[in-house]
DNA sequence: ATCGTTTAGCTAAACGATTCGCTGGCAAGG
DNA sequence: CCTTGCCAGCGAATCGTTTAGCTAAACGAT
């Protein structure tokens, strides 16, 4: 079928053991001899069975990669850059989409485990009650993205939540807003903790007493947020800005204000986190809390070829916490539609 | 290290042979041992050895998807769709970003060969000339995506093209655009020589002879596309409406428009290939043609998976071609700003 | 009792690489 | 001339599976 070692050693009249010396440039062969094997490798167009060498090294140069969902930007512009970072090292990437399934989830770790992925850099699903098993099943180094499993300490990559949405909300309360609602994500997600935090410290600290109701849980889906959008714009008295916890939401809570005949931001200001490239090409643009995609992928790679390098695994886990940036856009303003503040809107 | 087959037999007391029948359901055995050996299994934690399955069965389990860039939506979606239909068959996904660079795309399609994958779902970044020695060196079934190769009949899923745009051209010209503009991608690229066959096709058909100046290039990409737009929105008389060849092109499109202080519909109108989103969430709404995605993914995996297993190959390519669907919003209305025409609006 | 037949379960040979340790030829030193 | 040392190149074991082909036990028929 397709040319072995063999074959290209039998073409060049040496050991397959000389074949695999010049192919892998591992030991001294003779100048003849190299050029014979190289000639033979051109000839058969031998191309070297990376399963067979998988077995024999016992690395795989693959990096499994489980996202809950590739079409969430985020999660798209992340995947690419862990690609990015890992074809540079000379590995592949095996991606999955949990959908926020613990059980899909787990098929997808098992399948991991069988392809003996090199490391893995996973975005959980679920919190530490779903993995208690994981410690004594995974031996791969795996590295958490975006999320963190409280009481399980590991190497993860993240971004400083409860910063980046404490900044934006105060933002808002320096619009003036004091009625400002939030969307939350799935509550037991670190993400959605540590959003929701940041918009907790953000009232406390200028004196504000949100009532509850001004937060509603959605669970980081366009849908969730349209619903629980349309909860708070029917409130009275209304909400004067919601935050969502995330870009989907962001959209499900911009159609829902659109679908009221509401207009942004002089009856309600938005933002959200997660900036995505049409946010600016709305009418107005969407202020949103950029993350560093690039970043936070190569980050999670650079931990990940480190683990790998690691003889034991004895190590303190370490967690990379990336700073996000706050793009002001036009979908805030003064509450009560009052003269835009200074400074460039789009 | 991790256990393998040999210590589950020596922990049940049995051969490896006996695992293996147990173990993959191959063989018949008796009662009492598949009970001890379901015990050893668990007891020991096993998992197989998918490197050295693969080894031996001859089969990788794994499909290779290179796309241009998996962060354009419409890839994205595809590649969802993919792995979707791809885990449901038992088979894993490795994703490449080729770049649209014919250099990188060559080197992943080594990557390829050498990964020993079982069938390769590709979006070509080159024309013909480009891969004078591929036919000899692949040997996975090969099924292209999006775009075909001139002169090199394949397997295929693309979309019917020429038909899509010629009907979003006249619905334009329907609303009485006589100086419509198109962007196109990449000229050796078959989506943008069927696409620009489809505008040609539309405007013959109602007696247009456009100018030449009407037809600018892009390369797929935002940027080019906002160049191109400034040009042809500087031109006198100004083009009342143009069409954009993809989502990214749309993007930038829009923005020049933005930058230029226009009004869309009322100064010009604006239609794109690739629905996206957020493309209902512009305002006005970008009319679109939407691809379906899911579709797509699911047929060419679906021909992969016949491909791999037939054993010879000398079959007749298929070129599976599906039908887009014109998504009509705001962004197109009359020329000059007439009054819109009846039906809905976004 | 002997033989043949059936069959559960075992032994060992692949799969295609890498690599350890050996071989044998040659140069230099005595 | 013989020994020693050196080293280019080779043979064969190995990685963890699957599976062809074998062994031996059990049983029925003669």
Redesign the interface.
């Known amino acids: ?2 040319p072995t070692i063999k074959d290209v050693a039998r073409a060049a009249g040496v050991s397959v053991a000389t074949v695999s010396a010049v192919a892998n440039g591992t030991k001294y062969v003779s100048e003849p001899l190299v050029r014979r094997v190289r000639h033979a490798i051109d000839a058969t ?1 031998y ?6 060498r ?2 024999k090294n016992g690395t ?1 140069q ?1 990096l499994g990669l489980i996202v809950t ?3 969430n ?1 985020f999660f ?2 992340v ?2 850059s862990v ?2 970072a890992a ?1 540079l090292a000379g590995y ?6 949990s959908d926020e399934d613990v059980e899909k989830e787990r098929v997808y770790l ?2 991991m ?4 992925v090199d490391a893995l850099i996973w975005a959980p699903a679920g919190d530490v009650a779903s993995y208690k098993d994981f410690r ?2 995974q ?1 791969a180094p795996t590295i958490l993205l975006d999320r963190q499993i409280a009481g399980m300490p590991m190497d993860a990559v993240v971004v400083d939540n409860v910063r980046a949405t404490r900044e934006a909300i105060e933002h808002l309360i320096g619009l003036g807003h004091r009625r400002i609602a939030l969307i939350t994500g799935l509550p037991h997600l670190s993400t959605s903790r540590e959003r929701l935090q940041g918009y907790r410290d953000a009232m406390a600290a200028h004196a504000l007493k949100p009532s509850t109701r001004l937060v509603v849980q959605g669970n980081f889906r ?1 849908e969730s947020a349209h619903d629980a959008a349309l909860r708070l714009l029917h409130m009275d008295p209304r909400p004067t800005a919601v935050f969502a916890s995330n870009n989907l939401m962001a ?1 499900g809570l ?2 829902a204000i ?1 679908e009221l005949g509401l207009r942004c931001p002089e009856d309600i200001s938005v933002a959200a986190f997660d900036d ?3 946010a600016s ?3 107005p643009g969407l202020t949103t809390i950029a993350q560093p995609t690039i970043a936070i992928g190569a980050k999670a790679v650079e931990i990940a070829l480190k683990r790998i390098g690691e003889r034991d695994d004895g190590h303190l886990p370490e967690v990379a916490k990336m700073q996000s940036v706050l793009r002001l856009r036009g979908s805030c303003g003064p509450p009560g539609g009052g003269p835009p503040r200074a400074g460039k809107r789009i």
């Open positions: 079928m397709m167009g191309q070297p069975h990376g399963v067979a998988s077995l795989t693959t969902d590739i079409t930007p798209t512009a995947a690419r690609e990015d074809h592949a990437v095996v991606l999955c989409n098992q399948l485990r069988r392809r003996r004594a099943s031996r366009s959209i911009l159609r659109r995505f490239e049409e090409l709305f009418t």
